[in-house]
């Protein structure tokens, strides 16, 4: 390198420590940039659910995952969707009035977008505890009028066959319907409700 050409050793001394520099602090951000991102366990704790509920059964239910709760979905009978309209005096909201339970196509008698299927989170307002699936008819420890439903086995809530609470029990409000959609006729998505069918 020559003094003519006005680069000098000095300048390709600067110009390659700056070079390195630059790839040292890259190579560095990288994994630091890396790590704001959510971990596949978490991002899978907060990703919508499929469930294809084809071969459920009518009166059968099955539980699913979302966000770590349990999710119920149950595919009622038509008695049981008959029992639903029966015994509305007994229920502390049988109009699904208290908003943040359920989404706003879920505020019905059935607190469903159809009939047939209930969605519900399988968590008692109460205290967190899970109820159980007690779907027959007048149990004896329920009561001769029980008429099928959810019963809660920490401290005695009860709920219909549509996650609705009972009056004089512990559980202040209905069993939460979590946003779900129909993504074709027997697939159900839980975690997202845009474009619900």
């Not at 919508?48 to 239910?61: H, T």
């Not at 149950?74 to 049988?94: Q, S, Y």
């Not at 505020?107 to 109820?131: K, Q």
Request: hydrophobic residues 40%; aromatic residues 8%.
């Amino acid at each position: 390198m020559t003094e003519s050409s006005g680069f000098t050793r000095r300048h390709f001394l600067t110009v390659a420590t700056a070079v390195t520099a630059g790839a040292g602090a890259a190579a560095t951000a990288v994994p630091f940039v890396a790590s704001f991102k959510p971990s596949a366990r978490a991002q899978a704790l907060g990703a919508p659910v499929e469930r294809d509920v084809s071969k459920l059964e009518p009166g059968a239910m099955v539980k699913v995952e979302w966000r770590g709760k349990a999710v119920f979905i149950l595919r009622r009978t038509e008695a049981m969707l008959d029992e639903l309209n029966r015994i509305a005096e007994l229920l502390a909201d049988p109009n699904s009035e208290v908003a943040d339970q359920q989404p706003n196509y879920a505020v019905n008698v059935w607190r469903s977008i159809r009939p047939e299927y209930l969605v519900v989170e399988g968590v008692c307002t109460h205290l967190g505890c899970a109820p159980t699936a007690r779907f027959d008819l007048g149990a004896g420890d329920l009561g001769a009028d029980w008429p099928g439903g959810f019963f809660c086995p920490c401290h005695g809530s009860k709920f219909d066959l549509a996650g609705r609470v009972f009056k004089s029990v512990p559980a202040p409000t209905n069993l939460k319907v979590p946003p779900h959609r129909y993504v074709n006729d027997t697939t159900i998505l839980i975690g997202v409700d845009s474009g619900s069918v």
